[in-house]
Structures are given as structure tokens and as C-alpha cells.
């Protein structure tokens, strides 16, 4: 289901620079919410940041993992912002029949959980319990080039 090696990200700056990486390694990316940002940012914050990627890096494939943590609240509200998906907004991944969906949500198991699964089936947009191993990205001002070079290498980690 997820196709490419997880890298969080905190903002459109981190995405861009994680979309470069990948370009320079040849392969596509998960970006993974950072823990707690969907709260602080919003949902179409977050969907907006992912639309705009598509734009900047047409030829980069890439997934986006929502990751809501334990409120199903905040999964509801991402589920409503993205259905009905638009149809006009590419999402740049190979286009094949059976490939993953670009957008999965992550919340942790709750009893509201049947509720979001059935949303998110109806949606057509993956549940997932747990967020998958993932590359932190330091926070800007803590980066170097090690940091970078260290991206490049996970980035070509099979997932």
C-alpha cells in the first residue's frame, strides 16, 4: 500500500526539500505528517500543501499520510475536505490501474474507528492504525549536509 519510503515533513519548505531529494535519488516519496500538525495546520492546509507539490514537481510520484494520531475528529474533518477527490487535480503517481491511492489517512484504533474506516472506504482513501517508519527531517537550523546525504540514502531504502 505504501509504496515509497516515509519522510516527515512540518511545512511546505520541508516538502520541497524532500521532493528535491527525491528527484536527485530517482524515486517517488511518503510524505508523512509530522505528529500534532493537522491540529495546529488544518486539514485543507495540509491538502492544499499536497496540491501545490503536484504543481511544483510534476514528475515527482508521490503519497501523502495524514497522520490524525488518536482524533477521529480531525480524521472526519480531512475525509470531508477531500470527498469527493477532484478529479481535475493530478496527483503524480504512475496512473496504473491497482496503484495506491496518493492520500492515506493514519489514526490510531478508538471506538470511533468503524465509523472513520467506513468514511474513509466510502472515500476510497486507506486507513491505516500506525504511521510507517519514516525519516524525521530536522527542524530547519538543525540541517547539515549529513543530515541531507542521510535523506538520500533512506529515500532509496525500499519501503
Known amino acids: 500500500m505504501i509504496r515509497f519510503s516515509a519522510v516527515i515533513v512540518h511545512g511546505m519548505e520541508d516538502v520541497r526539500r524532500t521532493l528535491r531529494h527525491a528527484s536527485v535519488a530517482q524515486t ?4 508523512l505528517s509530522a505528529p500534532g500538525i493537522l491540529a495546529s495546520g ?3 492546509w495540509w491538502l492544499a500543501m499536497m496540491q501545490a507539490a503536484s504543481r511544483e514537481f ?13 482524533a477521529p ?4 474533518a480531512l475525509l470531508r475536505a477531500a470527498w469527493p477527490i477532484d478529479e481535475t487535480v493530478t496527483w503524480h503517481m504512475t496512473g496504473q490501474t491497482g ?11 478508538s471506538p470511533a474507528s468503524p465509523a472513520i474506516g467506513f468514511m474513509a472506504e466510502s ?3 486507506p ?5 510507517p517508519p519514516a525519516f524525521h527531517l530536522p527542524l530547519k537550523g538543525r540541517r547539515n549536509g549529513a543530515t541531507l546525504e542521510t535523506l538520500l540514502t533512506w529515500l532509496k531504502t525500499p519501503a
Open 58 to 70: 510534476p514528475d515527482i510520484p508521490f503519497q501523502s499520510l495524514a497522520d490524525c494520531g488518536d
Open 123 to 125: 472515500a476510497c482513501i
Open 73 to 76: 475528529g480531525l480524521a472526519a
Open 42 to 44: 488544518g486539514c485543507g
Open 99 to 109: 496503484e495506491s491511492p496518493p492520500l492515506m489517512l493514519i489514526l490510531a484504533p
Open 28 to 31: 517517488g516519496v511518503a510524505l
Open 127 to 131: 486507513l491505516l492504525s500506525a504511521p
